[in-house]
């Protein structure tokens, strides 16, 4: 059975920095792109980060770019989200997908407040 299992969320002070990382499994790993979204409460899901299978093209939304780096270790079956700078208009929760299944996971709570 397909599933994708966010983790690393947390509570972090402004300026703070913190990494997700998602434990993907019944699927081919190495053969889907992979993104991050994140949706904060009363407002529309967005889309993060985005990551080829081979982990060679990555693209940002221009409200993170600088800040986080999205990666992939596929002899782990795992995509990451490396998030420094953090500010409070990054608190969220933040879901991983895979683009191969049309698959989400349940999501990681990142809160960012001082």
């Known amino acids: 059975q397909v599933q994708l299992v966010e983790s690393g969320g947390g509570l972090v002070q402004p300026g703070g920095s913190l990494r997700l990382s998602c434990a993907a499994s019944g699927f081919t790993f190495s053969t889907s792109g992979m993104r991050w979204y994140r949706q904060a409460p009363g407002k529309e899901r967005e889309l993060v980060a985005r990551i080829s299978s081979t982990g060679g093209s990555t693209t940002y939304a221009d409200s993170v770019k600088g800040r986080f780096t999205i990666s992939r270790d596929n002899a782990k079956n795992t995509v990451y989200l490396q998030m420094n700078n953090l500010k409070r208009e990054d608190t969220a929760v933040y879901f991983c997908?895979?683009?191969?299944?049309?698959?989400w996971g349940k999501g990681t709570l990142v809160t960012v407040s001082s």
């Open positions: 997908y895979a683009m191969i299944l049309g698959e």
